[in-house]
């Protein structure tokens, strides 16, 4: 495990980009190689699952995943800078794009079409709040064809999704949380929040979630209409300081979960408190769930790390539907 996540370290750190996590793996690595914490989150359920799977593995550090209906997984790579196709679990990833700066958040529209954040560097994400010149990519799902779908953000991290076609960006070495509205117009600072990450839309469109990931990680609920006033929702215990919570998804009850880097634990919100899904999944980066009837499936949980790996998390799926 030591000489593993040595060597991942040193390839992280001589890559070609550097995102301030880079930086801050190396608390993640320490948190890999001793036992969770006394005071880690609880469990969420007592009743253990199976456990986690590998479904697939990308040569790089992966930094966001996402399903579209067809239930094909889309990745950002983050030293690459390249987005990946996997057609389904097994199957090996195709490089849709060559290096095109895709090295944040990924989501899929409506209409199949893939937005990839860009400027997740160190140097653009530190420099985002105060020169947002980051751009939204179109990317084509079938041909890799790339477009700017909108410019002028901060070093994009996470992006989220609204069911109008807003879309909700974070940059991580800074607070401004941007949006771009269907028609295009671009806010690099419609909201802040300290060292924003992981970012989801409430199922009515109401609240933005975002994680901070430093200093004091917590969950914020952002209401759209009311968007000067962030509200911290829940607070990480202090042991878990630098759990490092990156990646944000929303399962099908409307619950935040959040994939951690040192802490190893996959968080679920629950009854305003934190609680973990799985634990040991150190230096995750992203969860979302499945779509579709087959490949990555509805109701199953994926997760993806920087070691480029993914992994199906039966602990984290979904009832079939019509069952509570």
Same mark, same amino acid.
Not at 199 to 216: C, E, F, L, R
Not at 226 to 249: E, F, N, Q, V, Y
Not at 254 to 271: N, V
């Given at each position: 495990?030591?000489?593993?996540? %040595?060597?991942?370290?040193?390839?992280?750190?001589?890559? #070609?980009?550097?995102?301030?996590?880079s930086?801050?793996?190396?608390?993640?690595?320490?948190?890999?190689?001793?036992?969770?914490p006394?005071?880690?989150?609880?469990?969420?359920?007592?009743?253990?699952?199976?456990? #986690?799977?590998?479904?697939?593995?990308?040569?790089?550090?992966?930094?966001?995943?996402? /399903?579209d209906?067809?239930?094909?997984?889309?990745?950002t790579?983050y030293f690459?800078?390249?987005?990946y196709?996997?057609?389904?679990?097994?199957?090996?990833?195709?490089?849709?794009?060559?290096?095109?700066?895709?090295?944040?958040?990924?989501?899929?529209?409506?209409?199949?079409?893939l937005?990839?954040?860009?400027?997740?560097?160190?140097?653009?994400s530190?420099?985002?709040?105060?020169?947002? /010149?980051?751009?939204?990519?179109?990317?084509? #799902?079938? %041909?890799?064809? /790339?477009?700017?779908?909108?410019?002028?953000?901060?070093?994009?991290?996470?992006?989220?999704?609204?069911?109008?076609?807003?879309?909700?960006?974070?940059?991580l070495?800074?607070?401004?949380?941007?949006?771009?509205?269907?028609?295009?117009?671009?806010? #690099?600072?419609?909201? +802040?929040?300290?060292?924003?990450?992981?970012?989801?839309? %409430?199922?009515?469109?109401?609240?933005?979630?975002?994680?901070?990931?430093?200093?004091?990680?917590?969950?914020?609920?952002?209401?759209?209409g009311?968007?000067?006033?962030?509200?911290?929702?829940?607070?990480?215990?202090?042991?878990?300081?630098?759990?490092?919570?990156?990646?944000?998804?929303?399962?099908?009850r409307?619950?935040?979960?959040?994939?951690?880097?040192?802490?190893? +634990?996959?968080?679920?919100?629950?009854?305003g408190?934190?609680?973990?899904?799985?634990?040991?999944?150190?230096?995750?980066?992203?969860?979302?769930?499945?779509?579709?009837?087959?490949?990555? %499936?509805a109701?199953?949980?994926?997760?993806?790390?920087?070691?480029?790996?993914?992994?199906?998390?039966?602990?984290?799926?979904?009832?079939?539907?019509?069952?509570?």
């Open positions: 495990m030591k000489r593993k996540l %040595s060597r991942l370290l040193h390839a992280a750190l001589r890559g #070609p980009r550097r995102k301030i996590a930086a801050l793996v190396l608390a993640a690595a320490s948190g890999a190689l001793v036992p969770a006394a005071h880690a989150a609880p469990a969420c359920d007592a009743t253990r699952s199976a456990p #986690p799977v590998e479904v697939a593995h990308v040569p790089d550090w992966v930094e966001s995943i996402a /399903v209906r067809r239930g094909r997984m889309f990745v790579a690459s800078g390249r987005v196709r996997i057609d389904a679990p097994g199957s090996a990833p195709v490089a849709l794009t060559g290096e095109v700066g895709a090295n944040g958040g990924i989501v899929v529209r409506d209409d199949g079409q937005l990839v954040g860009t400027g997740n560097d160190l140097a653009h530190l420099g985002g709040d105060a020169f947002p /010149v980051s751009k939204l990519l179109l990317v084509d #799902p079938e %041909s890799g064809k /790339v477009t700017t779908y909108a410019s002028g953000l901060g070093g994009i991290d996470g992006v989220a999704l609204a069911g109008d076609g807003t879309v909700y960006t974070t940059t070495g800074g607070r401004n949380i941007g949006r771009v509205t269907p028609n295009g117009q671009v806010e #690099p600072a419609w909201a +802040q929040v300290r060292q924003p990450n992981g970012i989801a839309v %409430s199922p009515d469109g109401t609240q933005v979630y975002v994680i901070q990931t430093t200093v004091a990680p917590g969950l914020y609920r952002i209401p759209v009311d968007p000067a006033h962030p509200r911290r929702w829940i607070s990480a215990a202090l042991t878990d300081a630098l759990a490092l919570p990156d990646g944000l998804t929303l399962d099908s409307g619950r935040p979960l959040i994939a951690t880097h040192a802490a190893g +634990q996959i968080w679920r919100a629950e009854g408190k934190l609680c973990a899904v799985e634990s040991g999944m150190y230096l995750s980066t992203q969860v979302t769930y499945g779509r579709g009837e087959r490949g990555f %499936s109701g199953k949980l994926y997760r993806s790390g920087v070691d480029g790996r993914i992994y199906e998390v039966p602990a984290g799926a979904e009832p079939p539907a019509g069952q509570s």
